[in-house]
């Protein structure tokens, strides 16, 4: 297939991991911190290509996995009101809440829908004028553009019955928030690919200038990884600490300037409850004023108490200090058929991933 | 017929029973064993052991490109004794259809029965309908049981791969699944894809012909190829090694699964077999498999080996190794 097949190379795999061998002098341990690359990984098999001294580990980025309990709840709450429609987007349908999860809620006949795209909600809601409709709104700064932008249609086309229950994520904060908590043994950072395409560098160049460790903007494909994980090797061995693109096919220095101002208009930053990191300062959005009406989060109704299983290590997981193989429920009592904590339901979820692939 | 939906009274027993079985079944599947239309069929015995398989129909939707219920139902059950080896003879076929379902798709789908059973050279000799009140059925079901003449001196079992076998596919995987859910989920990008769904008798027939020392056959459908060879490993006890590079997967299909974020190695198909052979025997058996309409895409995927007992592993298109578990939680329900 034409621009994947090129990015799947065993010949050019082999050189880039002959200069990856040849660069690397001292242990590292590297952090990818997108999901995608957590399963792109595992898929290729890079971990056991790499050189025994180069180390990579699992972080935060699964929008799924870092979703808190309360919002989980809150939507479920709002699934069992009368004539309320939820949709959402594939994954949060597993995900156990307190006690819970949209799923079992749809197998007792609440109507939950599976969405793809973030404008689908406005058809749904266009098509049900006698319901209201809540867009359980979850994603990283790749998706929070589409959904800016479905609030943006929603009051442009005055659809009275669609809502958005918001439960978005910024990743620059969480990283900050990583580091600074100085748990974290990490020597570089593979930087989300398509999360990056929005942002640019700019967002990230704390990581270099204040915490002195060096980052690569990575795409999604083996060799993009093998590449990225080479660049920043280099660095480390050259003492260098900068923010650095691999992924310049799609991702520009500036960003997408278009996509941040949609969020912008829509969003006023704000600090945002993560699973397994707690609050963060910035890491989340309100509302603006204007568009305040459009908000679930402010509908009347009683949420139970959140509560997680108290052995569950998605936290430390997603946070890099623990794998799931030191989780003592990891595929004894939580595998993907029975997922106890958010990191075995996504796809992109480190247990999950690491159950499939391990 | 006059009506044309199904009533509950189709089911009844009674006259409308009768027209449904007079006027749409038999004139289509009447044969001799079926004609008499006794409580139960009489067949002849044959010596020698038999094959007896059954399983049930839920596919949705019930009609999408390269086949229908009725197809799938046919030829699941005939691919089913095919893998053990037997020559499908005989199958049963019964209906559960939901109050109001139009008569013209029953039509249709038993057209299609009766093509993909004089296809598969096997003879429909009983049936059974039933009527379900509306909301109680989602349209139609079917299932159908077979039987089959097992062929003096094959012992083709999941159990038999020995270390240094070779594992053959008979061509690309993944577009029945692929299908359905494009289908389902109203997906604007069908391209030319569509279900592999066929009868594997006569290529497994032709295999037997050149190498009868085959160990064992599989249909790859739900869970894909992936669970289907974890399930082989595991009987057999053996290691399989599988070429990533080497796997038949057509463009259209990588590209849809790039896009969904699926692994074609999990997906069902219902027209593809795997193979376990001898090594000396490989090379041939490959060149029949790709002479025959259904096997043209054939390719040697990989080997049996004796490290890591009951586990399969994959070698990735980029040199690197991983282990391809079964599939866990569901892919999607009602696929086939």
């Known amino acids: 297939m034409k621009f994947i097949d090129e990015f799947r190379d065993k010949e050019l795999a082999k050189g880039i991991l002959k200069n990856i061998e040849k660069t690397s002098k001292r242990p590292v341990q590297l952090m990818e911190v997108c999901g995608t690359h957590t399963v792109s990984i595992f898929r290729y098999g890079i971990r056991g290509l790499l050189p025994e001294q180069v180390k990579l580990l699992s972080g935060p980025g699964c929008p799924v996995c870092v979703t808190p309990n309360q919002d989980i709840d809150l939507a479920i709450a709002l699934s069992r009101q009368k004539d309320m429609i939820i949709v959402t987007f594939g994954d949060m349908m597993r995900v156990p809440g307190s006690t819970s999860s949209l799923q079992k809620e749809k197998a007792e006949g609440r109507d939950i829908r599976i969405i793809y795209s973030s404008l689908e909600a406005l058809t749904i809601a266009r098509e049900h004028p006698d319901k209201r409709v809540v867009f359980f709104a979850i994603g990283f700064e790749t998706t929070s553009p589409t959904i800016a932008v479905a609030i943006l249609r929603t009051k442009e086309e005055e659809i009275k019955n669609l809502f958005f229950l918001n439960s978005q994520k910024r990743i620059p904060p969480a990283l900050y928030a990583l580091l600074q908590s100085k748990k974290l043994n990490v020597d570089g950072f593979i930087l989300p690919g398509h999360v990056s395409a929005i942002l640019g560098t700019r967002p990230y160049q704390f990581i270099a200038k204040e915490f002195d460790k060096p980052a690569v903007i990575t795409g999604f494909e083996p060799l993009d990884i093998l590449q990225g994980i080479w660049m920043l090797i280099k660095q480390i061995e050259e003492n260098r600490a900068v923010i650095d693109i691999q992924y310049g096919r799609i991702v520009h220095e500036n960003g997408n300037p278009l996509a941040m101002q949609k969020i912008e208009e829509v969003f006023v930053h704000d600090h945002a409850q993560w699973r397994g990191l707690g609050s963060i300062p910035d890491s989340g959005y309100r509302f603006r004023e204007s568009f305040k009406t459009l908000d679930a989060g402010h509908f009347d109704i009683e949420v139970e108490p959140p509560r997680e299983h108290p052995e569950c290590l998605c936290g430390e997981v997603l946070q890099g200090i623990k794998t799931p193989l030191e989780c003592r429920l990891f595929r004894v009592v939580c595998h993907p058929e029975n997922p106890i904590g958010p990191c075995m339901v996504s796809i992109e979820g480190t247990c999950h991933t690491y159950f499939k692939f391990y | ?336």
């Open chain 2, 1 to 336: 017929m006059r009506e044309d939906k199904i009533l509950l009274a189709h089911g009844s027993g009674g006259k409308l029973s009768h027209d449904l079985i007079e006027q749409l079944f038999l004139p289509k599947l009447s044969n001799p064993f079926l004609q008499p239309l006794d409580d139960s069929a009489r067949i002849t015995n044959q010596n020698g052991p038999i094959a007896f398989t059954t399983d049930s129909y839920v596919v949705s939707p019930l009609f999408f490109p390269g086949g229908d219920i009725g197809k799938l139902a046919v030829c699941g059950t005939v691919n089913d004794l095919s893998m053990i080896g037997a020559i499908p003879a005989f199958l049963s076929l019964s209906l559960i259809i939901e109050e109001g379902f139009p008569i013209s798709d029953i039509q249709r789908i038993v057209s299609s029965i009766l093509e993909s059973a004089e296809e598969a050279k096997v003879q429909i000799v009983t049936g059974d309908t039933k009527v379900v009140e509306h909301g109680a059925a989602d349209g139609l079901f079917i299932n159908t049981s077979g039987i089959g003449w097992v062929r003096s001196g094959t012992h083709l079992s999941g159990m038999n791969a020995k270390p240094g076998d070779r594992i053959l596919l008979s061509g690309f995987i993944g577009d029945h699944e692929l299908t359905i859910l494009s289908r389902r989920e109203g997906f604007k990008f069908q391209g030319d894809l569509k279900s592999d769904c066929a009868p594997l008798n006569d290529l497994v027939e032709r295999m037997l012909h050149v190498s009868p020392n085959i160990r064992c056959m599989r249909d790859p459908t739900r869970g894909g190829l992936a669970t289907t060879l974890n399930e082989i490993a595991s009987k057999s006890n053996v290691g399989i090694m599988v070429e990533e590079e080497k796997i038949p997967v057509r463009e259209s299909a990588r590209g849809i699964c790039e896009l969904l974020g699926l692994d074609p190695l999990y997906l069902a198909n219902e027209g593809k077999l795997i193979a376990i052979c001898p090594p000396e025997e490989a090379d041939r058996l490959l060149e029949v498999m790709r002479n025959h309409p259904l096997g043209t895409d054939s390719a040697i995927i990989g080997r049996v080996t004796e490290e890591h007992p009951k586990k399969v592993a994959l070698h990735t298109l980029i040199g690197g190794h991983r282990i391809l578990d079964m599939l866990t939680g569901s892919q999607y329900p009602r696929i086939c």
